[in-house]
């Protein structure tokens, strides 16, 4: 048991760093971010010339082999680039679906002629892809989809409505599930394939979130026609094609959690008085900083486990559901005690209380996001009950039964 | 069908434990489900005997128990991370023996704090298990208010009360003021009171001391610095104690949910049930990986430890005990007998949660430490 890095991994961490020392910025404050001052137009620009020059490093896929455009490096080298960039201003969100999810399905299903268009691009993006499976009566319930693909020959109409489609306004293609069967039970009627954004009878309307942001979308479909050869994996196969793309999900262990909440919530202390006295010296925000490491700390080393049985060549197994589950609600639990510390003054909002508010408040505007995002916590716990500990599923009506019926 | 996996190889994060030190565990695992039966730790429970001899006997002979001293001092020879697999095993079979006492606390004031003569004279009786020891080193949060003990440089006076093995033991390392303090426990004035635990199967006493002869281990800041390396290691190697009910008491009560019925269907099929199982599991997952960074920084003595030791000490004790409430609750009305063994879960958490401390002076270290880094 060890946290040291090999001579290996300590020779590629300076690698990495003289790479981002000559490539990107170094964050000057902790709560800074990537394109500060620029307009959503600018921001996507400035972040593609970002990922192009990451790509032409290697760096955006490391794991992946050379002739995929990767490095053919290591688990471990991927979550060294990750520490060291984390210092850096680069671009979070934007590419998160495409890298981490997409792509790696287009790299299992797509055509080789599709894979030779796509995955460069989409590596150094130049294309950026979203995700299209939720819809208003399939959340949860992913087998629930009712948008329906009618096959004409060799191409497939689509007609339907997606719903919290992440970076659907600024994507290029996305991976999409649709029904394919109407008499199949459930989960066996549906069919992935490739969508292109920009084409015919796509119309995406952005969401406004409780966040105050627009970062995702509805997507109608009307007539839109998608080629044969842009279907990912069987006709009927979508099922299975969207549990490989969940597990890159998995596999893509670290995330972006935030790992100094407990630092911010003592520098914010620091500055609170509570009765006269810096409010880092009560015994009860003493225990709640405590509180937020061990949430916190406890996530990173949960993560360091499924990357030592990665690295033994186990594959990180449903019992890592439990990252996002703690993380999500440590993250609103830690910005609601943060935002406490200042009392009636804590409820204004940053413009008026002050900038050191703004990382916190952001993140306690967006908790209730992240608990729903990816699976609700109460999925969350189903495949923890489920998959984890042998418990009984769900007891359900719609497994049988044709989709039409139900 | 997906992506080729990643190239693994060369990959050393290893933030776990190595396949010799896993079968030490499971030979150890096996003999305690052999030895510290249900039956077994009842003996203790009613009182019969002070400590499970049998399963001391065992743990002591597979070098087991002495996994952290050294060879010279009649140990194994091993190390801290195998001393961590076995406190695990031990916590999940409840076994009803001495070794917190024994080993955690005395062995180790006495590795760390002790003379060379001292080591000599006490550590091989205590690895051969021909001595029981123990260690009192003084509470931030009591009760009963007994005044300190007195040291004069030879003799001591006084009384220390909650002693854990108190009437087992054959020596015992006390602090006395500013001292550490070596007695052997067969000296003249020494006299002792059982008192009842909450946990019978980890019994307590109270040593009255009256002009005992007695030798000092160490003294002043040099014994403060001890007494808090000494209840770091041990605030870890009891988080692995917890671990190890913690996740017996929730397979205990998986499987009960798994075979109760009620409203025609298996309990452990209700979402509530499964959903505070799930919650069980991930405060238990949560303890174990605080528990593991507890017994790298132990192992490595890291300055990192009373920061990692306190952090699993608090995860493990809320841990276990949240995990031994719920399951007597997931058993429902059986859960509360007698014969069930859920309450001796629910009673060594209480046991092994305070024996050094309550969780809340350690998240208040915890709290100084974190703050301390910051600044
Ligand atoms: C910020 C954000 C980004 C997102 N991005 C994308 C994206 O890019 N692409 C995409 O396809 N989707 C995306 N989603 C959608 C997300 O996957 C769904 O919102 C989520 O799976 C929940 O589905 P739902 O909203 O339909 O809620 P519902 O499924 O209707 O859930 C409502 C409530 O019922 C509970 N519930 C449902 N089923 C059960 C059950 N079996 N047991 C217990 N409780 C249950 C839920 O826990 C929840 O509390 C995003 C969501 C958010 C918030």
Redesign the pocket.
Known sequence: MDFKDSPEEAAYRAEVRAWLQANSQPRQRADQVFGEGLDDAAKLAAAKAWQARKAQAGYAAITWPKEMGGQGGTAMQEVIYKQEEAGYLVPRMIFE?SLGQCLPTIATWALPELKARHLAKGLAGEEIW?????EPAA???TGGIRTRADQQGDQWILNGQ?V????AHFCDYGILLARSDWDKPKQEGLTMFILDMKAPGVEIRPIHQMSGDA??NEVFLNDVRIADTHRLGPACGGWKVMLSTLMHERLAVGGHLPTDLHKRLIDLARKCRWNGKPAIDDARVRERVADAFLLQHGVELIIARGLTALSKGKAPGPEMSITKLVAAKAMQDIASFALELAGPEGALSHESIGQDWHYMQRLWLGAP?AR????????MK?VIAERVLGLPG?IRNDRKAPFREL | MCLPLPNFQDVTVNFDFSDDQRRLQDEVRKMLAATSTSAEVRKVLAGRTAYSEPVWRKLIDMGAAAAAIPETYGGAGLGYLELCLVAEEAGRHLAAVPLSSSFYLAAEALLKGGSEAQKQRWLPRIASGELIATAALGAGETYLATPALRFDGSTLNGKAAAVPDGIAAGLAILSAGEDLVLVDLDSSGVDRRALASLDPTRPHAELNFRDTPAERLQGGRQGADIVARVLNGAAVLLAFEQVGGAARILDISRDYSLERKAFGRQIGSF?ALKHKMADIYTRNELARVHAYYGAWALAADAPALPLAAAAARVAATTAFKHAAEEGIEIHGGIGFTWEMDCHLYLRRSRHLGQLIGSEHAWRDRLAHELIEEAA
């Open positions: 679906n979203c995700q299209l499976f939720s959340g949860s319930d997606k919290w489609t992440s970076g970062e995702f996001g729903v995002a990816g699976g609700t916590d109460e999925i189903n769900e | 979402q």
